[in-house]
């Protein structure tokens, strides 16, 4: 019986901007169980960041405005600066993109990678270090010991996301976010990155969520994922099912868009028409319904909630949950 | 590695620094053939006399020789004599420059330390009340002269304020001319020209932090820093100034050089007994001797300055040792 | 005949979207002009200038038809008159108008800035087009004489120039640029440097346009934002070097006047007569400030860095 460490409920996150509120987490309900690995999936700008970011409470300048995240049955929302610091690092722990911007570059590494510990745990200096240097070595950095004398930018960027990984583990946390951890790293270095991450979820036993754009990163790590579009969850299930037959336009255009091998030399890209809706100024009803393919007059009146569609997919589409599959060239 | 760092910057330096020895002689040039030091007023003396005197002192030297000549002095610490008085430069170098480098040394040093906090409050309150009046405060000290600056202050806090019968702070001198020298005299007399350097300094190094500050918050890095769960002093004063504090320690290290020669218009509005107003008071007295060897000297300062500015950054900034 | 223009404009695909066609492209002087016209403190500090600087050129007929006096003409039965009456400023010690010897040190002050402006930008701009363009050892041999010029501690060397040449405006504007051009020409240095390896650079080279032309035509305009960067956040500072050139005495001498040699006997203005030290530091003050805040304002719109 899987425990379930994380339930975000209803979340709902707002940035004030001069030309109005954007809505930049819009009702978004998740779970996530202890020792499994959640894909977030969506395009730049659908909230997925924001959506991590509000479940430690980092989201400021934005403000939580509604819904719940229940951490081991504690509604974060309501928890103070002190008792959220308490978890942030420790509990739930959360490792960036750009690890070459996002390691301070006047402290040593293994420094850095011991401050966890240092606040956390109340060591000192050298026991934290040698915390750090284990660490280290255990996501596969050789010569721990010498490299965490070293400064970010003596490291390769491989290197360095490693190393932020090592970070984000010190404290063996329940949770870790893991926000676009691979889009900033070569090709060939993201494979032992996503390695990595999987070894490490064997190993520590830790719960994961992987923010990405990238599907075929999903594929490869994720046993459940989530689709977000315009601040809401659209989808979300477990990965084959959800890749094998989506239950959503978006997540079915998005699934046709990826170039493949083994496509007809002559067949044309299929890319999602339109743009990506401004969050301020939401469309009435559902905010996919102008760039789907298959909209009804539903679409643009009502706004579709996040149903059972199918045995084991959630869809937010008055199309599927009418019972429609999504077909079409 | 820092090592290698330093000898090239210092190579580099030494080639400045012969260049700027041959800008000094040209422009000596123009006055060797004129003057023998201290001497040549004497009536008493014979044509041949003076002609013997030149040659001794190397006056009459093709170009080059001289050059030779004025190195290897300077290596020696011999920096000319004057032409008033035939007084070696470097004494009145020593003498003076110990005061000088208490003038300026304490004008940077409060600098340093006012502008930290400013700019860290303007950058945490940006657009607060607090953060607008310093950016006037800031904006308007770069504008004033210096000199007025100080003629002000000498108005009001000696002038007036002797008049009304308050407390006055003395205008002149380094130390009173009886019973002055021990540390609270020199204090007050400190006092106003070092308010008037220090104030130019803190317009700019305020501003300065705070955008550098404002800068190195937006990092990513602060953002890993929260999210490992420290209290958001620790993520500001530690993680955040560190940072931030490299290129204010860059900007002050572009005044360091400057040291001997910043204070000069302060130090002869305030009859301060420092190097540049021995340079000024020298130069009204067409002694262009001194006025060059102090020149030089000030200059060598400038060059060893920025190699210590350089040598500094290099500590403070991993990413330049190496690379 | 097929109209080449219109068969290929047809071919062109629709704009993405109905925002695509509407703004007109601007250049970039254009839209630097207005982001500059947009920015009130800006005006309002630029229109000052220009003003004061109208004031100075037509000083004459300010005394003319405002103060009646000449600046240098002395009313022994006068001196030291308070603001007020016919001395819309007082007199100081030979019962000279401060109001005229204001104006006129004007004209004085603000002509010598912008003269050592022109001087540094022609010289730095000249030396750090070639020290960039031609690299190697151009570059070295060029930029170790402006870290010999850099070197001198400024004022230094003004004392010496001083008292070594006769000081003029002229001559002085020409002193204090000789310090000056060294910054200019590690500027223009550095952005010819990273304007040098851009493609349309190597386009043009190869389509053999000669030296000269790629500098004059190509590199030089690319740089210019700079320069108008650098030389109005600069007038400011001048214009405080030349006033206390002038107040130690070793600038613009009496009885010629300049708003910094008006303060040069201050010290004994100070139990009598202190509107002889207030006008003319109010005046720099004002002016400095109006020109610091006028080049902040032509930075946040010129400068190609904080696009």
Redesign the interface.
């Known amino acids: 019986m899987a425990t379930t460490l994380l339930e975000v409920q209803d979340l709902r996150t707002v940035f004030a901007t001069k030309n109005g509120n954007v809505k930049a987490v819009d009702g978004v309900s998740f779970h996530l169980d202890a020792g499994e690995t959640l894909g977030i999936v969506g395009e730049s700008g659908c909230g997925k960041s924001v959506t991590a970011m509000s479940v430690i409470g980092l989201q400021r300048p934005g403000r939580i405005v509604g819904g719940r995240v229940l951490f081991m049955g504690r509604d974060l929302t309501k928890a103070s600066e002190t008792e959220m610091r308490e978890i942030r690092g420790q509990e739930i722990a959360m490792i960036f993109q750009d690890p070459m911007t996002s390691l301070n570059p006047v402290f040593r590494t293994g420094w850095q990678v011991g401050e966890p510990l240092r606040l956390h745990r109340g060591v000192d200096g050298i026991r934290a270090l040698a915390g750090a240097v284990a660490m280290l070595g255990k996501v596969g950095i050789s010569s721990p010991a010498e490299r965490a004398k070293s400064y970010p930018h003596q490291f390769s960027g491989g290197m360095r996301q490693r190393a932020m990984i090592a970070m984000g583990l010190t404290t063996t946390p329940k949770v870790l976010i893991a926000d676009e951890p691979t889009t900033a790293l070569d090709v060939t270095i993201q494979a032992q990155i996503l390695d990595l991450l999987r070894q490490v979820n064997r190993e520590f036993g830790t719960a994961t969520i992987l923010i990405t754009h990238n599907l075929g990163v999903v594929a490869g790590m994720c046993e459940r994922v989530m689709v977000m579009y315009a601040g809401k969850v659209v989808e979300s299930g477990p990965t084959t099912d959800v890749f094998a037959h989506p239950k959503h336009p978006y997540t079915w255009s998005l699934l046709r868009s990826i170039p493949r091998l083994d496509a007809e030399r002559h067949e044309a890209l299929k890319p999602i028409e339109g743009l990506p809706p401004n969050l301020i100024d939401l469309p009435k009803g559902c905010a996919f319904h102008p760039r789907c393919p298959f909209k009804i007059e539903k679409c643009s009146r009502d706004t579709p909630v996040l149903n059972r569609v199918g045995a084991t997919q959630l869809a937010a589409c008055w199309v599927t949950q009418a019972g429609t599959e999504l077909k079409g060239a | 590695m820092l090592a290698k760092f330093v000898v090239r910057r210092f190579l ?1 330096s030494i ?2 620094v012969l ?2 020895t ?2 000094t002689l040209l ?1 000596m040039d ?2 060797r053939g004129t003057y023998v030091p201290g001497i040549d007023l004497n009536p008493a003396l014979r044509p041949e006399d003076i002609a013997r005197l030149r040659t001794n002192l190397g006056l009459d030297q093709p170009f080059y020789m001289w050059y030779v000549t004025w190195i290897w002095n300077v290596a020696h610490g011999d920096f000319g004599r004057s032409m008033i008085d035939g007084s070696p430069v470097t004494s009145h170098i020593l003498d003076r420059l110990p005061n000088t480098l208490e003038l300026t040394g304490t004008a940077i040093v409060v600098g340093i330390l006012l502008s930290i906090p400013l700019g860290v409050i303007g950058a945490l309150r940006r657009g607060s009340k607090a953060d607008h009046a310093l950016t006037v405060v800031s ?2 000290g ?7 600056m100080g ?2 202050l ?2 009001i806090f000696s ?1 007036t304020f002797q008049q009304a019968g308050l407390p006055w702070l003395p205008s002149s001198g380094a130390t009173s001319p009886l019973n002055g020298g021990d540390l609270w005299d020199r204090i007050v007399h400190l006092l106003m020209p070092a308010t008037v350097l220090a104030f130019f300094y803190l317009s700019v190094w305020s501003r300065f932090t705070r955008s550098s500050m404002l800068e190195v918050l937006s ?3 602060i ?9 958001e002093r620790r993520v500001v004063y530690l ?1 955040g100034l ?2 931030a504090l ?1 290129p204010l320690i860059t900007l002050v290290g572009l005044e360091l ?2 040291l ?3 204070g ?2 302060v130090e ?1 509005v305030f009859g301060w007994p420092g190097i ?1 107003r021995l ?2 008071e020298r ?2 007295q ?1 002694d ?1 001797s001194t ?2 060897g ?2 030089f000297f ?2 060598l300062l ?2 060893a300055g ?1 190699l210590l500015a350089d040598v500094l950054y290099a500590i ?4 330049i040792r ?1 690379a | 005949m097929i109209d080449p223009g219109q068969a290929i404009a047809s071919d062109l695909p629709a704009p993405a979207f109905e925002g695509d066609a509407r703004r007109p492209a601007q250049s970039y002087w254009n839209e630097s002009w207005e982001r500059l016209r947009a920015n009130r403190i800006g005006i309002v500090c630029g229109s000052l200038i220009v003003v004061l600087a109208l004031i100075a050129i037509a000083a004459p007929l300010f005394t003319q038809f405002l103060t009646h006096v000449e600046p240098s003409q002395l009313d022994l039965d006068n001196t030291f008159k308070p603001p007020g009456g016919a001395h819309l400023l007082g007199t100081d010690e030979l019962g000279r108008d401060t109001l005229t010897r204001l104006i006129y040190g004007g004209r004085v002050t603000l002509g010598v800035a912008f003269l050592t402006i022109a001087l540094s930008l022609t010289l730095g701009t000249g030396v750090g087009l070639l020290a960039g363009y031609y690299g190697r050892w151009i570059d070295d041999l060029l930029m170790r004489f402006v870290d010999v010029v850099l070197a001198f501690p400024a004022i230094f060397l003004f004392i010496l120039m001083a008292i070594l040449f006769r000081p003029t405006p002229i001559t002085l504007a020409a002193v204090i640029a000789s310090v000056g051009w060294g910054g200019v020409a590690r500027l223009v240095r550095g952005e010819v440097l990273s304007v040098k390896e851009r493609d349309f650079i190597l386009a043009t080279r190869s389509i053999g346009a000669r030296d000269v032309r790629l500098i004059v035509r190509h590199l030089l305009p690319n740089v210019l934002p700079v320069l108008i960067v650098a030389a109005t956040l600069g007038v400011g500072q001048i214009i405080l070097i030349e006033a206390a050139l002038d107040f130690l005495g070793l600038g613009i001498q009496p009885p010629t006047a300049s708003w910094g040699n008006m303060l040069t006997n201050s010290q004994s203005y100070f139990f009598h007569s202190t509107w002889l030290v207030y006008f003319p530091g109010i005046t720099i003050f004002v002016t400095v400030l109006a020109a610091n805040l006028f080049g902040n304002a032509v930075r946040d719109a010129f400068d190609p860095r904080l696009k």
Not at chain 2, 316 to 319: E, F, G, I, N, Q
């Open positions: 580099a080639v400045v260049g700027v041959l800008i422009l123009r006055t904006v308007a770069f504008a004033v002269p210096q000199f007025w003629l002000l000498i108005l002038v990092q990513d890095y953002r890993t820093a929260r999210a490992k769960g420290m209290s993680h560190r940072n490299i050089p400057g001997v020669s910043g000069l218009v002869v540049g340079a000024f130069a009204l067409y262009y006025v060059m102090v020149t000030a200059t400038v060059v920025n403070l900034d991993p990413r190496y």
